[in-house]
């Protein structure tokens, strides 16, 4: 990771992206943004951060691109193209690097990697952890794989998004594996964390005791300390949602499937993000998994102040 700074260019400036692409530009890399939203365009401009016009502007302004979109469809229209307009594999020039960085099945990185080196284009499979926070801080995680020349290529601009970053493999799709590992316990983990605070609440317990207790002991989880505030302030605006769990947890049974493993719990909790979903809640925060439990109960969530 000692080449020089590479500029930067990042595609979604999501909580994620922005996140990254504001801490790039904290630490010195120039770094220039894209986004559909005007939302989003908005935010990064009044942040200092350069807006490219176009993918193709974007792409002959920047050395690294970090693609951080919501699925696989959407990558693979930035990577490859979509509805006539072209992508990065024939925009970007040769020896550019795409980091890719969106949670996807892991059998399409490696797709990805052959389509791009037929352009002279490096791949880094890139997705990331560590919610808005980390990222705004550039303190997130990326679980990376990929060919050493394009950890080579990619020189600070990589590091300068996260707190860490791993080498997974050489070969793209370990990246996305991890990944999906991650998301796999993530999901239930939450799942879980909704459901032991209904279950707490049911039974009489003080929300905001039983918080400050399980925090404080074996019991707490990362996300359990993370998405309990929510329900407790009553604020389900969506920093990951229900529907984000939907698709992960897909993921995480389609892959499973494959290999003929089985996943009981991840398919337990694969339903109550549907079923949380399915009664209107798809688009909030994903600590909204405890409505459907209150739902079913009877039981008053705290309410938004």
Known sequence: MS???AVLGVVGLGSMGYGAAVSAMKRGVATWGLDMTEAARTRFSAAGGQL?????DLA????VVQVLVVNAAQTEAVLFGANGEPGLDTLLRRGAVVIASATVDPALPPQWEVRLAEHGIHLIDGPVSGGAKKAADGQMTVMASGKPEAFAAAGAALDAIAGKVYRLGDKAGVGSTVKMVNQHLAGVHIATACEAMALGMRAGADPTQLYEVICNSAGMSWMFQNRVPHILDGDYTP????????????IVLDAARKLAFPLPLAAAAHQLYLATAAAGHGNEDDAAVVKFYAELAGLEL???A
Not at 52 to 56: C, E, I, K, Y
Not at 60 to 63: G, L, N, T, V, W
Not at 239 to 250: A, H, Q
Request: glycine content about 4%; aromatic content about 4%; some cysteine.
């Open 60 to 63: 002959a302004r920047c050395d």
């Open 3 to 5: 080449a020089p700074a």
């Open 302 to 304: 705290p309410a938004k």
């Open 52 to 56: 490219a016009a176009s993918l193709a």
């Open 239 to 250: 920093l990951s949602s229900v529907n984000i769990f939907v698709k992960d947890l897909g």
